[in-house]
């Protein structure tokens, strides 16, 4: 019995010292290949740069496929259902500045996965006759959307109309609100190109910028010409304040957005709280045209409207010069209030 007891043991201890050895001799085996498995130097440095990050390509196949066709109204009612697609109000407004560059920057913040544009100008908040038709007209204006998509309109008039601050506010007390603004005098002169433009289609004769911009009486600046007063940004604003606090405004630099968009892009993206998709990937500089151009995917790019990066008259700098004496108090204020500053005259 004994002898039986002892013979069971010597077998146990023998497993066990099997088990241990075999362990100990696996850990051997395994740190000597993980100590040949560490790179030499750090796997980054071998690595070329990181690529930018892309936009995921099921959204961009809706976004150019399905919302595309919706937009055409080609797609059916079932589709609408199945994917749950909806008409959004807007949660940000591109409220203006007209020649700021409000168009290139709807379409470029466009190209984020999760932002759909109004094509069209609204004009719902400006217009008596539309804002006369109700929120649910102004809702069917908008795109067909996924619902955590955010749809983005812009009508540069809303930021210079009396009564828009107020119906906005009644819609939608916490939107956010963009405003692309450039330097004062250019803005204004391109105010003036596109009216010259379409006085001219139209074969009639129009005054030059410098008869318009002063006064004839006095030699001095006009204030009563639209395209001067449009640019003294800080008093529109300040109208908007009344209703808005200013947190809720991001100013987008339109100069920059020109001549280096994807900063000013990524600015947006963090103020519309959106994680930063856009990607130098998908802005290239078209030199036939002068302007950045947007690159969706590999196949569908496009440059904006020929409307948009007019050639403007020469001005006499004379006048350039009195009106950048006249915004520059203006402009001061505008920095003062919004916390961006810009180098402008
Ligand atoms: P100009 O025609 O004076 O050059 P808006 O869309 O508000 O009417 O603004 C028009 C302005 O957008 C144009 O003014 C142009 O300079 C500017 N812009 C900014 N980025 C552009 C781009 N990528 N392509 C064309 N125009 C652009």
């Not at 440095?45 to 976004?63: A, C, D, M």
């Not at 795109?143 to 009396?162: L, V």
């Not at 395209?227 to 947190?247: D, G, Q």
Request: aromatic share 12%; with cysteine.
């Amino acid at each position: 019995m004994l002898f039986k007891q002892q013979a069971l043991l010597r077998q146990k201890l023998f497993i066990l010292g099997s088990l241990a050895i075999g362990s100990v001799l696996y850990l051997v085996a395994r740190v000597g290949t993980l100590d040949r498995l560490q790179p030499i130097c750090p796997i980054e440095s071998r690595l070329p740069p990181p690529e930018p990050e892309q936009i995921p390509l099921r959204t961009l196949q809706f976004k150019r496929g399905l919302l595309h066709e919706l937009r055409k109204g080609n797609a059916t009612k079932e589709q609408i259902r199945l994917h749950h697609l909806v008409q959004q109000l807007p949660r940000a407004i591109i409220i203006g500045v007209r020649k700021g560059g409000t168009r290139a920057l709807l379409e470029m913040l466009n190209l984020h996965p999760a932002v759909v544009k109004a094509s069209q100008e609204i004009h719902f908040f400006d217009n008596d006759q539309n804002y006369a038709r109700g929120i649910d007209w102004y809702r069917e204006k908008m795109p067909f959307s996924f619902p955590h998509q955010i749809t983005i309109e812009k009508s540069p008039a809303y930021f210079i109309t009396e009564e828009v601050p107020e119906r906005i506010f009644k819609m939608n007390s916490s939107i956010k609100l963009l405003i692309i603004v450039r330097e004062p005098t250019t803005r204004a002169v391109s105010d003036y190109t596109q009216v010259l433009e379409g006085k001219e289609r139209k074969n009639k004769t129009y005054h030059k910028f410098e008869k318009l911009a002063l006064d004839s009486n006095t030699c001095e600046v006009n204030t009563k010409y639209k395209a001067v007063r449009t640019s003294i940004y800080t008093k529109h604003l300040e109208r908007w304040l009344k209703y808005f606090p200013v947190e809720q405004f991001h100013i987008v630099d339109g100069d920059r957005l020109i001549m280096d968009p994807l900063p000013e892009l990524q600015l947006v993206e963090r103020f519309l709280n959106l994680p930063s998709r856009i990607s130098q990937y998908n802005l290239y500089f078209n030199a036939t045209r002068g302007f950045y151009c947007l690159r969706f995917n590999i196949v569908f790019n496009k440059c904006l409207a020929g409307s948009k990066g007019r050639t403007h008259p020469e001005v006499d700098p004379s006048v350039v010069t009195k009106l950048q004496n006249f915004f520059h108090p203006f402009n001061q204020k505008f920095y003062q209030i919004t916390g961006r500053t810009f180098k402008w005259p």
